[in-house]
């Protein structure tokens, strides 16, 4: 069973940054998609970013594109997820979620297995 724990969220004005944590435990494989979505209250979750754990390219949200960047620590078993330029329309409940069927996508919730608890991050104008 993997369990995946979220930190780092936060309040912070617009325009500053957070980077979020997702540590990871529990069996890993190296084809594993860690993915970051998020939840404003009242809209579905939705994508915002996602890797693999054993390399490869980056996916990202429009809404996040030049913004956040999603990066990996095999060594932690941690993913990152980094938000510069925040906007109030980032204000979310934040959740990392894993899976390991690697020929899935990143983009759907139903494609991942594990999720963790969530963080809350608050930004205000």
Same mark, same amino acid.
């Given at each position: 069973?993997?369990?995946?724990? =979220?930190?780092?969220? @936060? +309040?912070?004005? $617009? @325009?500053? &940054? +957070?980077?979020?944590?997702? $540590?990871?435990?529990?069996?890993?494989?190296? !084809?594993?998609?860690?993915?970051? /979505?998020?939840?404003?209250?009242?809209? =579905?979750?939705? /994508?915002? $970013?996602?890797?693999?754990? %054993?390399? @490869?390219?980056?996916?990202?949200?429009?809404?996040?594109? !030049? *913004? /956040?960047?999603?990066?990996?620590?095999?060594?932690?078993?941690?993913?990152?997820?980094?938000? %510069?330029? +925040?906007?109030?329309?980032?204000?979310?409940?934040?959740?990392? $979620?894993?899976?390991? *069927?690697?020929?899935?996508? /990143?983009? &759907?919730?139903?494609?991942?297995?594990?999720?963790?608890?969530?963080?809350?991050?608050?930004? &205000?104008?």
């Amino acid at each position: 069973q993997v369990q995946l724990v =979220e930190s780092g969220g @936060g +309040l912070v004005q $617009a @325009g500053g &940054s +957070l980077r979020l944590s997702c $540590a990871a435990s529990g069996p890993t494989f190296s !084809g594993v998609r860690v993915g970051w /979505f998020r939840q404003a209250p009242g809209k =579905e979750r939705e /994508f915002v $970013a996602g890797i693999r754990l %054993n390399g @490869g390219p980056t996916y990202y949200a429009d809404s996040v594109k !030049g *913004r /956040f960047t999603i990066s990996r620590d095999n060594a932690k078993n941690t993913v990152y997820l980094q938000m %510069n330029s +925040l906007e109030p329309e980032d204000t979310a409940v934040y959740y990392c $979620a894993a899976d390991s *069927r690697s020929w899935l996508g /990143f983009t &759907s919730s139903t494609a991942y297995a594990y999720w963790g608890q969530g963080t809350h991050v608050t930004v &205000s104008s």
